[in-house]
């Protein structure tokens, strides 16, 4: 039941929750700040104490996921990039009698690990639009830049773009290192004067892909996938 006026305005009065959010976000990834504030502001509506933390290596999601079960939550939101290293925690939450719901990544394996719900979208299907909009502009020889290696999500959108374009290949950077994602496609370009695009998976890296481009002496433009993930967006120079 919502309260009215004062401070409690838009808020609940059921009795408060704790609910722990772990994500495979890494460090300056404006996607995952704006997952957290959204986030954030429904616990401040629904009456819940949100512990977020997050890990973009799987071991260590894992580690996060356990430490949430292990101080009792009443719930627990992860993302499933690393399936794989996740389903020992998923496993221990569940056996605790913790509802486990998982969002952004891991499609193909949230149901077989028995987690109550997914809120995503299919990262395949992605890649496919994303290689359909290269192929109607003509596009050339593209990279398709996966910031976090292991993260089935990005291999499935490189794939799926890879299944509707005939012409791309991926290329794997360090997403939390900025200097090694532009030094990574920056070679590449120099490699290759054949490349006419750059697909990265996260507006940060596309803006780090624009240095790239300038610093390798290419004319190749760079798209991303858009904040849903859905669609490739071009990203010009100075915006």
């Not at 913790?98 to 969002?103: C, R, S």
């Not at 858009?226 to 071009?234: C, F, G, I, Q």
Request: proline share 3%.
């Amino acid at each position: 039941q919502a309260t009215e006026g004062g401070e409690g305005a838009g808020t609940v009065d059921t009795p408060e929750m704790t609910v722990a959010m772990v994500t495979h976000a890494g460090p300056g990834d404006t996607f995952w700040d704006q997952v957290r504030s959204g986030a954030e502001e429904a616990a401040r509506k629904d009456n819940v104490d949100l512990e977020y933390t997050a890990d973009p290596d799987g071991a260590e999601q894992a580690n996060l996921v356990q430490q949430a079960v292990d101080k009792e939550v009443d719930g627990i939101a992860v993302t499933l990039a690393k399936p794989e290293a996740m389903r020992s925690a998923v496993a221990a939450a569940r056996e605790a009698g913790i509802p486990v719901v998982a969002l952004n990544a891991g499609m193909e394996d949230w149901q077989e690990m028995g987690i109550a719900s997914f809120f995503g979208q299919d990262d395949e299907l992605a890649g496919e639009a994303a290689g359909e909009r290269l192929t109607q502009d003509d596009a050339g020889r593209t990279l398709c830049v996966i910031h976090e290696q292991g993260n089935v999500g990005h291999e499935a959108r490189c794939a799926g773009l890879a299944s509707t374009f005939d012409d791309s290949e991926k290329v794997y950077v360090t997403g939390t290192d900025t200097a090694n994602v532009r030094s990574t496609i920056t070679a590449r370009l120099q490699e290759d004067e054949q490349i006419t695009h750059v697909v990265t998976l996260g507006a940060p890296f596309a803006m780090i892909a624009l240095s790239a481009v300038e610093e390798a002496g290419s004319e190749a433009e760079v798209a991303t996938f858009d904040v849903n993930d859905e669609a490739l967006t071009a990203i010009e120079d100075g915006e």
